[in-house]
């Protein structure tokens, strides 16, 4: 145990955004802190960040987090994800995510059980208003903040029609707030504007012409929300890994290694500033 880890002492929160394959970039972060000793006390996501977020949460470890990643990263297994069975409301069949879930994050368990506290971002369509998601069962509430339009469908609860947190709130750090946290360390990898992601052909799962319409238009709306709702409500630490033109929103799914290699070279660069602050 490094010798500056007994004197930590204020609570570490860290929010997780999304950012589809490019959220792979977490585990390596996550990597870097364990390694140094860096205790988090909360967790925030949203999508894909919502996804690991949560298997973190649960107990499931960085390595474990780390195979399944290469193992996902095979086109065989992205393909099994695949809804084939019209009417389609999303490229992805919802029971098959669901399953291969279950592998990270148990059926069953709860928010009241998890080994870290957390919360989740969605958005009801119904009402067009961010739900922050702390109760109820942890896999219901990750089908919910990874709801991508036009590849996930929604997913019910209740009355709510909800889909991708990061549709509106792509980094909350808001929720850390509310679970306790003093310092709140942010990692952002969503993809900017007109990248990689602009030509179909660097996608994996070859998406449809409208599926690309779909991702191409929330993205813009997010990216632009995001960069408001970080100048309204700033982290203490924020971490924006820079990713070559090949860790796309779906083509990052396939170079598993080097995303989560950036994840660890951008924690890396900003372990004196995090130390500092929760001390």
């Known amino acids: 145990m490094p010798p500056w880890f007994r004197r930590q002492k204020r609570r570490l929160g860290l929010a997780l955004s999304g950012g589809g394959a490019r959220g792979l970039a977490h585990i390596g972060v996550l990597k870097v802190l364990e390694r140094e000793g860096v205790s988090i006390h909360c967790l925030s996501g949203a999508s894909m960040g919502g996804i690991i977020a949560a298997a973190y949460a649960c107990g499931t470890s960085v390595e474990e987090l780390e195979l399944e990643a290469i193992k996902m990263g095979t086109l065989r297994e992205l393909a099994r994800l695949v809804n084939i069975r019209p009417p389609h409301r999303g490229l992805l069949a919802v029971e098959n995510v669901r399953t291969y879930l279950a592998q990270l994050i148990p059926d069953g368990i709860t928010f009241e059980q998890l080994r870290i506290p957390m919360a989740l971002k969605a958005v009801d369509l119904h009402r067009g208003i961010e739900v922050g998601l702390s109760d109820g069962l942890v896999l219901d509430a990750v089908l919910a903040t990874s709801a991508f339009p036009g590849v996930f469908p929604p997913f019910m609860r209740g009355d709510m029609q909800l889909v991708d ?100 070279r951008a924690a890396e660069a900003e372990l004196g500033e995090i130390r500092r602050l929760v001390r």
């Open 165 to 264: 947190g990061g549709v509106l709130n792509n980094l909350p750090v808001d929720l850390l707030h509310n679970l306790g946290a003093e310092v709140t360390l942010a990692i952002n990898v969503s993809p900017s504007f007109g990248g990689d992601e602009s030509d179909p052909s660097y996608s994996p799962l070859r998406l449809p012409n409208f599926a690309m319409d779909v991702y191409r238009s929330v993205l813009l709306m997010t990216r632009i929300l995001s960069m408001r709702r970080l100048q309204d409500q700033p982290p203490d630490v924020l971490i924006e890994p820079e990713f070559p033109i090949s860790i796309g929103f779906f083509s990052g799914f396939t170079h598993v290694h080097e995303a989560i290699a950036v994840g660890e």
